[in-house]
């Protein structure tokens, strides 16, 4: 009777190792993705922690991350703007809404939806190497990406063409500069930009000081007998979001840093010799400190390369490789969810925006005019990253602290080269950071008709 039991025992477990056997290796089929097929070992942990750190709710007001601060053998949580105590919770009475810089937080909804497929595990001897084994520096498969998000967006052309990866598009901007730049320090190239123009151009080139080239400034004002002119342009502009062409006609840097169906309009792909995107603000990851630099000529691209690797050795590995998994993400469906997100909370903040300042005689933004967009097939109005107010009072010439009289923090004109009568406002914060600032708005035009009314 024993032996009989052995046996039914002994046959039962062949079949199970069998069936299991065959799902181990079998799978769905032979195109199913690498997946987790045995018990997980290294990354158990790994994954755990991070799993721990992201349950941590800190009442939706802050955040708790892997490498914070730990207080009791627990992560802290970090609080975003105005509120506090160890959970956030607490709405700091009469607090200015910080509209000043350009965090783009306004995604992360879209990025905790889409946590599975956008973690990152890595183990700790991934990419030791200074180098791909097809590349030196830079991922193939993460090139091949970017020219396929690049087709998908319609926003530029990357058939025939180089790309850099920098970090961010900050060194990219340098980068070019120095490329484009004349190697004669007799005669140096003339850095201009069309007002109001992002700071960094002037304040990069200053900087770095070079004999090559030097800041000349608004390209309206520059009156040149010579071609030797490096133009920046911004398109869409910051702040402003209106899509820009070049004044000088000399050599360009087109900074499309907003050139995303979320922001503006696609009406076509941009075709120019140095174009220059960002990551920060294409998905938010402005922490990643990613951006590329689509390049025409081949003489460009060798010395912007150079930059890089002078600069830097190269892009980290894991940054790279973060950007891929993000990108993936990005271009499901052919981008459809993550832009229509991205141009619904866009949309969505300039609807409400617009009907605060409609109310107003005080102060005014800039205009926006609908265009067709070629990625959603249909004519679109912008919705810029950035509200650009006018102060239309003649006593009020400096906008930016008539705002902090009124609890708002902006930045001012003169910031962008541009009068003080102008500030800029961020419109891509975290949702808190948006409705405070609503808020404040809305006090601050009600007290023109002695009536409050939140909006």
Request: aromatic share 12%; glycine share 6%.
């Amino acid at each position: 009777m024993k032996k009989y039991c052995y046996g039914i025992c002994f046959l039962i477990s062949v079949a199970i190792n069998i069936l299991f056997s065959i799902h181990l290796y079998v799978g769905d089929g032979p195109n199913q993705e690498i997946s987790c097929r045995s018990s997980l070992t290294w990354s158990e942990k790994a994954a755990a922690e991070a799993e721990a750190v992201a349950a941590i709710s800190c009442s939706g007001h802050g955040r708790a991350f892997l490498d914070g601060s730990i207080s009791d053998g627990q992560p802290v949580c970090e609080c975003y703007g105005c509120y506090s105590g160890t959970d956030c919770s607490e709405l700091s009475p009469g607090c200015a809404a910080d509209a000043n810089s350009g965090d783009p937080i306004y995604l992360e909804p879209f990025w905790m939806q889409n946590a599975a497929d956008t973690a990152v595990v890595i183990s700790g001897w991934h990419r030791m190497s200074y180098e791909y084994a097809d590349d030196p520096m830079m991922s193939p498969e993460l090139d091949k990406y970017i020219r396929k998000l690049h087709s998908v967006a319609g926003n530029a052309i990357t058939q025939d063409r180089y790309i850099v990866f920098g970090v961010g598009s900050s060194q990219l901007l340098s980068a070019a500069v120095y490329a484009l730049s004349s190697q004669n320090s007799s005669s140096p190239s003339n850095v201009l930009a069309s007002m109001p123009f992002y700071h960094l151009y002037k304040d990069q080139t200053r900087l770095f000081n070079s004999k090559n080239f030097v800041y000349r400034g608004d390209t309206n004002s520059w009156q040149t007998n010579n071609t030797d002119v490096i133009e920046f342009v911004t398109s869409p502009t910051n702040p402003g979001g209106e899509l820009k062409k070049s004044v000088t006609g000399g050599k360009t840097i087109h900074d499309h840093a907003y050139f995303w169906p979320q922001f503006t309009p696609i009406p076509g792909p941009s075709d120019h010799d140095l174009m220059i995107f960002s990551l920060s603000k294409l998905t938010g990851h402005a922490g990643t400190r990613f951006g590329w630099a689509i390049i025409k000529d081949k003489d460009v691209y060798d010395k912007v390369l150079n930059y890089i690797y002078l600069a830097n050795a190269g892009i980290s590995k894991d940054t790279q490789l973060r950007v891929l998994k993000v990108l993936k993400v990005a271009m499901k469906a052919d981008g459809k969810p993550f832009f229509e997100f991205a141009y619904n909370q866009m949309s969505d903040r300039w609807n409400r925006l617009t009907s605060v300042f409609s109310k107003s005689t005080r102060f005014s933004i800039q205009p926006r005019h609908p265009l067709h967009c070629n990625f959603f097939h249909q004519t679109r109005q912008p919705s810029p990253a950035y509200a650009w107010v006018r102060c239309e009072r003649q006593e009020d010439n400096d906008c930016a602290a008539v705002l902090k009289a009124g609890k708002i923090i902006g930045q001012s004109g003169s910031t962008f080269s541009a009068k003080d009568r102008y500030a800029r406002l961020s419109l891509i914060k975290s949702q808190d950071d948006f409705e405070l600032l609503m808020q404040r708005l809305t006090e601050l035009v009600s007290l023109e008709n002695h009536n409050i009314e939140m909006i």
